[in-house]
């Protein structure tokens, strides 16, 4: 049969390096939009969604670590545990189509896909995920901010398969925010995460507004200074002027569902605000 | 076309063989085409709609997104499923009764995606309740009639009716 | 609800919401629609469309298609055996294009396959050769006559003036405005489906189709098959949705020459890509408007010009032109009025029909002008509506007098009566997916602001412009049991559980089958306009009225009574003369009766070259108010809530007015705030749900209600028709909420962010 459902990680990478042009599946929900419209023929079809090994996650508590498996799907990424560990992915996730999508929709996919409108991805570049890749030849992990190399375009090779992400677990504040035209079930026009590590550092990442997610190291650079962790608080003229780094990091385009204009706003108005929720006071 | 994808399918409580099947058809594609269950709609293709909706090992999904080869061996309930033919849930018979139901297109993925909200929270909320329906497009009803209806069985069945 | 459900004698009689007669099928998915229809041996149809704008065809090659397996059929232009054009009003659309292509989707070929994945190998297999001409998009240059014709009837497809009253006045205040709509789509959610059985030896098709008008579907069909209509039979298959954009034909050619070259049953179903490509849209408009007044806020005078985009072909336009500059005034007194309005051709998608039929289009406009004279003049748009409101013996700029009941200011003070939300600006606590923004947690409370706007409306009723849009419908009474026939489209509205309300009310029957849907009896004319309930309605009043002359007849002969001394209480026949009183199975025992009806409105007469003459039938009026948060930095906004008050004359079925009503302003948020159909140089960006948005449960708000109530004379059953009002005014109102939040002079619907919070 041309669908093959493996059971086991060794199986589904073994299936692939035996037939690497097959199509990779997990939750389904961007590769059948292209099914459906014609736009991809599958002649063969890995169905990874269901096995165990993906569907896990583990906490390395030593090391302040959540390793998640490809397979976990956005609707198990809004609620706890990961809701109190990584909340800005949890809020992320709740933002990632119609509760339908997010039954079915992995982090794994999301990643593979890698559409610089990905809701998961703004927080994996701020957190500095490891993406986890497995061939039947090895493994290897890469930083997220380099496996995304364009708009869906990956530094996955013929063979290998995203087996899970890492994330750290933060103590500090972190948030989501994506603009889209309607108040639920839409494609980002706009997105945002800041994550306060533990060492007090703020990260910023961008979603929609360039080929792939941007991290703001100017404006990061900028709130170093610009912060007073202790009392959590920022003035509002360096929230604004964090925000101003922030689109100016940006690269947006025009197209049907936004102006660049417009996404540059948006991102400067984002930022400062997560910021602000941030470092309240001052 | 010719080709001959062969395999089970667990459907309402019984096992269904597809044959000759093209690899890419979709599980809607195969309730409807092949199956005969013609209850699911498709109304977008894209998992924008929610038309589709079915429950995939207890999990509410659009069926235009699954791979219908892939989901062997999982538990599908469709609409046709989800209560004895001839004898509405009470989700259906509320629909019904209080004005959900206008062109009735949504209307199977609305009843799926109630049954699965009052599952998993007996008792919503507005915002739950819109929150939980948010996938589903209705065209017709502007949603009022279809919040009062959801809104109706919560109590209904809190009433132990 | 603020209007309370009356209680009937009897359940499922006229002023009830019983259960409608599909409702449970519905909810249990065994309702069949269009597309779920099939038969034995039955193929998939496909269409080939164009890629261009504007394009001459050089050369269609279908031999590559040929060499897939499973292809059965091939059509193309050559083989249209009759007329190879239709089309509602002019016969200016080509079947499949031969020699160019108007617009990107225009149909070139069609195919016929064993499996849709089969059909779309065959359409990319097929070779078109192209010379891409410059598209005509824009409509000012169709009108400056700056560019070439790119059809043979020309590039104005209807030029239509006002004047009326006199024509140099200058009001005290004067304010001026231009507003721009964009392409709105229908976007029912059953998509373009049919299925056509031929006859054996092709002597004639049976074709099952989601349709809103049948006879007018079967008229075009016949013609372009070269058929005797009589040849070509049509039955409603289950229709989810059509909201105008059905009015128009689209597959219904194509499935049946394909079913009529193979001899197999031949199902077609869009895509919905393709259902946007497949269908006539809401026109994108541009008005100017001048209104005048004087200095106290009274209406003098407005001056018009008003520009709607029909797209490559005719389709309705004239009559959405004609709608359009005939509501310019909105439900204002005005005597004096200078309108200029267009309706014309580019290489844009084809429009036409859509809930509101150009009367959106000039209600944007006359509101936005409304609101700047409220401002220029001190008063406010509550004060300023009040004042100008329309009455009963009005007249028309065209000069038309208002017969109707017309509650202008009823509705309006209703509104105003109607508590505002009491959800705290910015949304309650916990509750950050009912701001602004919603689920993508953009705003906190604190950059919110709330905003109230209004908008009142007239909408016609029935066709206009000497067209006799009858129905017809027939009753049987048997044993107790009615039986109605008749042609009218259910496309989701409910008429199938009003026809069952008239006739237990006029019958005193508990029992109403409905027979198919389809061309063996007379028209019903389209389901749109707002006008079944009216027409329709009135139809099957009457067929029910003689049945029971009929019935009264019968038992006056059996009892000897005098039968203008019967009448129908709860279920049984009564003698108010005298003490007969049996039940109404016990009256028709032994007798069958049958009657059929056709229900007429009164005739109207086209305008003359002035605009002036009693174009329209009758007309419905209704306010709304909308309630906004918006997150002015973002330009998010949320609709907190929509009141409305709607001049219904009787709620038939009061539950069905309410999900009329409510759904309406679901369609009006949507092209308020997010719906438009993205068209670049005559090309489609936006052919799909994930980018053509459409309000979800939590964009929608609660809507409050009161139906105003004044039985019209005018109309059989005292009830006006409720469709279109709801989507008509509420887009004004919400965009007015947002300027009131936000100071910004939106001229633009849909709204954008950008428009909102942008230089």
Same mark, same amino acid.
């Given at each position: 049969m041309s669908t093959f459902i493996p059971t086991s990680l060794n199986e589904a990478v073994a299936a692939l390096a035996d037939a690497p042009s097959s199509l990779v599946l997990a939750g389904g929900t961007d590769v059948m939009v292209e099914v459906n419209g014609g736009h991809r023929r599958p002649q063969a079809v890995i169905a990874i969604g269901r096995i165990p090994e993906l569907r896990t996650w583990s906490h390395d508590p030593r090391e302040s670590v959540i390793r998640i498996g490809a397979g976990v799907t956005y609707a198990e990424l809004e609620v706890d545990p990961f809701l109190q560990w990584v909340p800005a992915l949890s809020q992320a996730a709740r933002t990632v189509g119609s509760p339908q999508i997010r039954n079915a929709a992995t982090l794994g996919g999301n990643v593979a896909t890698s559409?610089?409108?990905?809701?998961?991805?703004?927080?994996?570049?701020?957190?500095?995920?490891?993406?986890?890749?497995?061939?039947?030849?090895?493994?290897?992990?890469?930083?997220?901010?380099?496996?995304?190399?364009?708009?869906?375009?990956?530094?996955?090779?013929?063979?290998?398969?995203?087996?899970?992400?890492?994330?750290?677990?933060?103590?500090?504040?972190?948030?989501?925010?994506?603009?889209?035209?309607?108040?639920?079930?839409?494609?980002?026009?706009?997105?945002?995460?800041?994550?306060?590590?533990?060492?007090?550092?703020?990260?910023?990442?961008?979603?929609?507004?360039?080929?792939?997610?941007?991290?703001?190291?100017?404006?990061?650079?900028?709130?170093?200074?610009?912060?007073?962790?202790?009392?959590?608080?920022?003035?509002?003229?360096?929230?604004?002027?964090?925000?101003r780094l922030a689109a100016a990091a940006a690269r947006p385009i025009d197209d049907h569902r936004s102006t660049a204009a417009y996404r540059r706003h948006a991102v400067a108005v984002l930022s400062r605000r997560l910021l602000r929720r941030a470092f309240p006071n001052g | 076309m010719g080709e001959n994808e062969i395999y089970e399918l667990h459907v309402n409580g019984s096992l269904r063989e597809v044959r000759d099947a093209w690899i890419g058809e979709s599980l809607l594609y195969v309730l409807r085409e092949r199956l005969g269950l013609l209850g699911s709609k498709g109304a977008c293709e894209q998992g924008e709609c929610g038309s589709c909706s079915v429950l995939v090992d207890d999990e509410l999904v659009c069926s235009c997104l699954v791979l219908a080869a892939s989901a062997v061996g999982?538990?599908?309930?469709?609409?046709?499923?989800?209560?004895?033919?001839?004898?509405?849930?009470?989700?259906?018979?509320?629909?019904?009764?209080?004005?959900?139901?206008?062109?009735?297109?949504?209307?199977?993925?609305?009843?799926?995606?109630?049954?699965?909200?009052?599952?998993?929270?007996?008792?919503?909320?507005?915002?739950?309740?819109?929150?939980?329906?948010?996938?589903?497009?209705?065209?017709?009803?502007?949603?009022?009639?279809?919040?009062?209806?959801?809104?109706?069985?919560?109590?209904?069945?809190?009433?132990?009716? | 609800m603020s209007t309370a459900t009356r209680e009937s004698v009897l359940s499922g009689r006229l002023g009830d919401s019983p259960i409608r007669p599909d409702g449970i099928a519905k909810a249990q998915g065994s309702f069949a629609f269009s597309g779920d229809l099939s038969a034995d041996g039955a193929l998939w149809g496909a269409t080939l469309r164009s890629p261009h704008a504007s394009a001459r065809i050089v050369r269609i090659d279908v031999s590559p298609a040929w060499q897939i397996d499973g292809v059965t059929a091939i059509v193309t232009a050559d083989d249209v055996p009759g007329k190879p054009t239709y089309g509602l009003i002019s016969s200016d659309q080509p079947v499949f294009a031969a020699d160019v292509v108007r617009y990107?989707?225009?149909?070139?070929?069609?195919?016929?396959?064993?499996?849709?994945?089969?059909?779309?190998?065959?359409?990319?297999?097929?070779?078109?050769?192209?010379?891409?001409?410059?598209?005509?998009?824009?409509?000012?240059?169709?009108?400056?006559?700056?560019?070439?014709?790119?059809?043979?009837?020309?590039?104005?497809?209807?030029?239509?003036?006002?004047?009326?009253?006199?024509?140099?006045?200058?009001?005290?205040?004067?304010?001026?405005?231009?507003?721009?709509?964009?392409?709105?789509?229908q976007a029912f959610l059953g998509l373009e489906a049919a299925l056509a059985l031929p006859d054996p030896g092709g002597a004639g098709i049976e074709l099952f189709v989601a349709t809103q008008w049948l006879h007018e579907d079967r008229k075009q069909i016949a013609a372009c098959l070269d058929l005797a209509p009589d040849k070509v039979r049509l039955t409603l298959g289950g229709v989810g949705g059509s909201f105008g954009a059905r009015e128009d034909i689209s597959l219904q050619v194509h499935a049946c020459l394909l079913a009529l070259r193979t001899g197999r049953p031949v199902r077609m179903a869009y895509s919905r890509e393709e259902s946007f490509l497949g269908h006539v849209h809401r026109h994108p408009a541009k008005v100017w408007m001048r209104h005048h007044a004087t200095a106290g806020g009274v209406l003098q005078r407005i001056e018009v010009r008003l520009v709607l985009d029909g797209g490559a072909y005719a389709s309705t336009s004239s009559?959405?032109?004609?709608?359009?500059?005939?509501?310019?005034?909105?439900?204002?007194?005005?005597?004096?009025?200078?309108?200029?309005?267009?309706?014309?051709?580019?290489?844009?998608?084809?429009?036409?029909?859509?809930?509101?039929?150009?009367?959106?289009?000039?209600?944007?406009?006359?509101?936005?002008?409304?609101?700047?004279?409220?401002?220029?003049?001190?008063?406010?748009?509550?004060e300023i509506r009040l004042l100008n409101a329309m009455e009963t013996g009005d007249s028309l700029i065209t000069g038309q007098v208002i017969e109707n009941v017309a509650p202008v200011a009823e509705c309006i003070r209703a509104v105003a009566s109607l508590p505002l939300p009491d959800v705290p600006v910015g949304g309650r606590d916990g509750e950050p997916m009912q701001r602004p923004g919603g689920a993508g947690l953009t705003a906190d409370p604190s950059h919110i602001r709330r905003g109230i706007g209004w908008g009142?409306?007239?909408?016609?009723?029935?066709?206009?412009?000497?067209?006799?849009?009858?129905?017809?419908?027939?009753?049987?009474?048997?044993?107790?049991?009615?039986?109605?026939?008749?042609?009218?489209?259910?496309?989701?509205?409910?008429?199938? !559980?009003?026809?069952?309300?008239?006739?237990?009310?006029?019958?005193?029957?508990?029992?109403?089958?409905?027979?198919?849907?389809?061309?063996?009896?007379?028209?019903?004319?389209?389901?749109?306009?707002?006008?079944?309930?009216?027409?329709?309605?009135?139809?099957?009043?009457?067929?029910?009225?003689?049945?029971?002359?009929?019935?009264?007849?019968?038992?006056?002969?059996?009892?000897?009574?005098?039968?203008?001394?019967?009448?129908?209480?709860?279920?049984?026949?009564?003698?108010?003369?005298?003490?007969?009183?049996?039940?109404?199975?016990?009256?028709?025992?032994?007798?069958?009766?049958?009657?059929?009806?056709?229900?007429?409105?009164?005739?109207?007469?086209?305008?003359?070259?002035?605009?002036?003459?009693?174009?329209?039938?009758?007309?419905?009026?209704?306010?709304?108010?909308?309630?906004?948060?918006?997150?002015?930095?973002?330009?998010?906004?949320?609709?907190?809530?929509?009141?409305?008050?709607?001049? !219904?004359?009787?709620?038939?079925?009061?539950?069905?007015?309410m999900g009329q009503i409510e759904g309406g302003i679901a369609q009006g948020l949507g092209l308020a705030v997010m719906e438009e159909i993205i068209v670049t140089d005559g090309l489609v960006r936006n052919a799909s749900f994930t980018d053509y948005l459409l309000p979800t449960m939590l964009d929608m708000p609660h809507v409050v209600v009161t139906l105003i109530e004044h039985p019209d004379p005018m109309a059989p059953l005292g009830a006006k028709g409720v469709g279109e009002p709801p989507t008509i005014s509420s887009t004004p109102a919400i965009v007015a909420a947002i300027r009131d939040a936000t100071g910004r002079d939106l001229s633009r619907v849909p709204v954008r962010p950008s428009d909102i919070c942008l230089p």
């Open positions: 559409s610089p409108a990905g809701d998961g991805l703004p927080v994996l570049a701020a957190l500095d995920a490891i993406i986890h890749l497995v061939s039947a030849t090895g493994s290897r992990s890469m930083p997220f901010n380099d496996f995304m190399t364009g708009p869906k375009r990956t530094a996955l090779l013929p063979g290998e398969v995203i087996e899970a992400v890492s994330v750290p677990v933060f103590t500090g504040w972190q948030g989501y925010a994506k603009v889209g035209v309607r108040n639920a079930m839409v494609i980002s026009n706009a997105g945002a995460c800041l994550v306060v590590d533990d060492a007090g550092g703020v990260r910023l990442a961008l979603g929609s507004v360039g080929p792939t997610i941007i991290r703001c190291h100017d404006a990061e650079s900028f709130a170093a200074d610009a912060v007073d962790s202790q009392a959590r608080a920022v003035t509002d003229s360096d929230a604004t002027e964090f925000g | 999982q538990a599908i309930v469709t609409i046709e499923g989800i209560a004895p033919a001839g004898s509405p849930s009470d989700v259906q018979q509320a629909f019904a009764e209080y004005g959900a139901v206008q062109c009735g297109f949504c209307t199977p993925g609305l009843i799926m995606a109630t049954h699965a909200l009052l599952e998993r929270t007996p008792q919503p909320t507005d915002t739950e309740i819109r929150e939980a329906l948010s996938g589903n497009i209705c065209r017709c009803t502007g949603y009022g009639r279809i919040i009062d209806a959801v809104q109706q069985v919560a109590v209904s069945r809190a009433d132990g009716r | 990107t989707g225009e149909p070139i070929a069609a195919v016929a396959a064993d499996h849709p994945e089969t059909c779309r190998r065959a359409l990319e297999a097929i070779v078109v050769e192209y010379e891409v001409l410059a598209p005509l998009t824009e409509p000012e240059r169709a009108i400056d006559g700056s560019h070439p014709p790119i059809h043979p009837d020309g590039n104005v497809i209807r030029h239509q003036r006002i004047i009326a009253g006199d024509q140099s006045l200058v009001g005290d205040v004067v304010v001026e405005g231009t507003y721009e709509l964009g392409m709105q789509d009559a959405v032109l004609l709608n359009a500059v005939t509501h310019t005034q909105g439900p204002y007194k005005c005597a004096n009025a200078t309108v200029d309005g267009y309706a014309v051709r580019t290489n844009n998608l084809p429009c036409g029909a859509m809930r509101g039929f150009g009367v959106v289009q000039a209600c944007f406009a006359h509101e936005g002008q409304i609101d700047k004279l409220a401002v220029a003049c001190g008063l406010d748009p509550v009142v409306a007239i909408k016609n009723l029935m066709y206009s412009e000497g067209f006799d849009d009858y129905s017809t419908a027939r009753c049987r009474l048997v044993d107790g049991v009615a039986s109605l026939k008749f042609a009218t489209c259910e496309v989701g509205q409910g008429f199938v !559980v009003l026809a069952q309300q008239i006739a237990r009310s006029v019958l005193g029957v508990d029992d109403v089958v409905l027979e198919p849907i389809d061309t063996s009896i007379g028209s019903a004319g389209s389901t749109s306009a707002t006008r079944q309930t009216w027409m329709s309605g009135g139809a099957v009043d009457g067929a029910c009225r003689l049945v029971r002359e009929r019935l009264f007849e019968h038992v006056g002969a059996r009892y000897d009574i005098d039968p203008v001394s019967l009448a129908i209480d709860g279920r049984d026949v009564v003698d108010t003369t005298g003490t007969l009183r049996i039940s109404v199975t016990e009256a028709c025992a032994g007798a069958e009766f049958e009657e059929t009806f056709e229900h007429h409105h009164r005739p109207t007469e086209d305008l003359d070259e002035n605009g002036q003459g009693n174009c329209h039938t009758a007309f419905a009026f209704v306010a709304h108010r909308a309630v906004v948060d918006v997150d002015p930095e973002l330009g998010l906004v949320k609709v907190v809530q929509v009141a409305t008050a709607q001049d !219904v004359g009787r709620a038939l079925n009061p539950l069905s007015v």
